[in-house]
Nanobody, 125 residues
Framework: VQLQASGGGLVQAGGSLRLSCAASGLIFDNNYIGWFRQAPGKEREWVSCISMIFGSTFYADSVKGRFTISVDNAEIMVYLQMNNLKPEDTAVYYC???????????????????WGKGTQVTVSS
């Protein structure tokens, strides 16, 4: 299984970026693909995820209404459209595949089976 994230960069506050995650070799036991982020000195935190089977989406409260996750099943690409970016969104963003914590509707680090390499997102004020 390989996950390749891309699309990071430097943007001013209020701007937008779209991250892409190319997935290969996945089987549907890992039926969620999502994004985590890690800022310097902080723990890795979940951002969003999407069901590869049903298309249902989940978001962390900190990004609801600003970020949108989507999937192109034909290409097995997962996108994270990030709008109205804030300086606190600055982090390395990681693509991941795994299982959802259905009781809480969150994608935990403990539920990740595969990680991709990160892509840096920097939001200037």
């Amino acid at each position: 299984v390989q996950l390749q994230a891309s699309g990071g960069g430097l943007v001013q506050a209020g701007g937008s970026l779209r991250l892409s995650c190319a997935a290969s070799g996945l089987i549907f036991d890992n039926n969620y693909i999502g994004w985590f982020r890690q800022a310097p000195g902080k723990e890795r935190e979940w951002v969003s995820c999407i069901s590869m089977i049903f298309g249902s989406t989940f978001y962390a409260d900190s990004v609801k209404g600003r970020f949108t996750i989507s999937v192109d099943n034909a290409e097995i690409m997962v996108y994270l459209q990030m709008n109205n970016l804030k300086p606190e969104d600055t982090a390395v963003y990681y693509c991941a595949a795994g299982s959802l914590d259905r009781a809480w509707g969150v994608f935990r680090v403990s539920g990740v089976d595969y990680w991709g390499k990160g892509t840096q997102v920097t939001v200037s004020s």
